[in-house]
Nanobody, 125 residues
Framework: QVQLAESGGGSVQAGGSLRLSCAASEYNIRSYCMGWFRQTPGKEREGVAEVFGNIASTYYADSVKGRFTISQDNDKNTLILQMNSLEVGDTAIYYC??????????????????WGQGTQVTVSA
C-alpha cells in the first residue's frame, strides 16, 4: 500500500505560479507510474501529467503543455508539479496518483491504484 500526501496548493492570480508536491511512502517511486490529476465540482477527474522515472519520460494534457512540468525527486520520494502561467481554468482540486509499473500514457484515472487526498488550487482573474 502506497500512501500519498499532496501539499503546495493555494490561491494565486492568473499568470502566477504554484509548485505542488506529493510525498510518497514508497522508497522507490522511480518504478511507479506517477501522475497528477485535477477535478472540479460536477466534472470527471482530468489527467494533467504522468511520469515514469525509470525511463525519464513524461506526458502532458494539451491544456497544460508548455506551462506545467512534472518531475520526481527520487532522493525525497516526492513527485512535483511546477505550474506556471496559471489560468482561471486551472482552478481545481489537484490529486497525486501512483501505480506500480509503467505508464499507459493516456492520463486515465482508472489506470492508477493509489491516490492522495488532494490539494486546492484557486486561480483568480
Amino acid at each position: 500500500q502506497v500512501q500519498l500526501a499532496e501539499s503546495g496548493g493555494g490561491s494565486v492570480q492568473a499568470g502566477g505560479s504554484l509548485r505542488l508536491s506529493c510525498a510518497a511512502s514508497e522508497y522507490n517511486i522511480r518504478s511507479y507510474c506517477m501522475g497528477w490529476f485535477r477535478q472540479t465540482p460536477g466534472k470527471e477527474r482530468e489527467g494533467v501529467a504522468e511520469v515514469f522515472g525509470n525511463i525519464a519520460s513524461t506526458y502532458y494534457a494539451d491544456s497544460v503543455k508548455g506551462r506545467f512540468t512534472i518531475s520526481q525527486d527520487n532522493d525525497k520520494n516526492t513527485l512535483i508539479l511546477q505550474m506556471n502561467s496559471l489560468e482561471v481554468g486551472d482552478t481545481a482540486i489537484y490529486y497525486c496518483a501512483a501505480t506500480r509499473g509503467g505508464c499507459y500514457w493516456d492520463l486515465r484515472a482508472s489506470h492508477f491504484s493509489y491516490w492522495g487526498q488532494g490539494t486546492q488550487v484557486t486561480v483568480s482573474a
